[in-house]
């Protein structure tokens, strides 16, 4: 995953998501979420170099991981509208 500063300082902008790895695997977090703690610790008010330097030190201490979030509402219509569209597939078939 890689991540950059939110320009206002409002927390880390999800950029991308490593396809097979662990964040993809989970499917809680997306493109364009902002990242406002990991593991308790504020991402507010971090420059780019904090918010990637953060994110690695917490990656290393070990496979768990507790990130709050606040999603961004665009995509989370966006993956409604998709699995409403296979649903309505899948009853026509």
């Known amino acids: 995953m890689t991540v950059s500063a939110d320009k206002d300082g409002l927390g880390v902008i999800v950029r991308s998501i490593i396809h097979g790895g662990a964040i993809s695997r989970d ?3 997306a493109v364009g979420d902002c990242i406002l703690s990991i593991n308790e610790e504020s991402t507010i008010n971090l420059t780019n170099a904090q918010a990637r330097a ?10 768990d991981i507790k990130i709050a979030v606040y999603l961004d509402f665009a995509v989370l219509v966006s993956k409604a509208i998709a699995v409403f569209r296979v649903f309505i597939q899948c009853n026509i078939l």
């Open 27 to 29: 499917g809680r977090i």
């Open 54 to 63: 953060m994110l690695r030190r917490h990656s290393l201490i070990g496979p």
